[in-house]
């Protein structure tokens, strides 16, 4: 089953393997294979600026899609997002691994 998570005129969907991030304003989405999926979190003034896109080795991402969220959304997403994560390390979130 697909987890979501909504914030502004973004809708972030985790189905499996795949993160799609949807936009209200635009037709298109952008789709990454969470072996791709690369995510960078800084802090900004009371709250977190997220960046989902490429991950390019192991402390850089490309491109993508960038949000800010305050303490409250950040948790949310925290728990949304440790599901993609969990897929692409192939460990579930209870911290099991898994054979592929």
């Known amino acids: 089953m697909a ?5 502004g005129d973004y809708i972030l969907v985790q ?3 795949t993160l799609e991030i949807f936009h209200r304003g635009l037709s298109e989405s952008s789709r990454y294979h969470v072996a791709f999926l690369g995510v960078d979190v800084q802090p900004y003034s009371d709250g977190f600026k997220v960046r989902l ?26 728990d949304f997002i440790a599901l ?11 911290n099991e691994s898994t054979s592929p």
């Open 84 to 94: 993609a994560i969990a897929a692409r390390d192939l460990v579930n979130p209870l």
């Open 53 to 78: 896109g490429a991950r390019r080795g192991d402390d850089q991402v490309t491109g993508g899609t960038r949000l800010k969220m305050n303490q409250e959304e950040f948790a949310r997403f925290r």
């Open 15 to 17: 189905d499996g393997r």
């Open 3 to 7: 987890a979501e998570f909504q914030l």
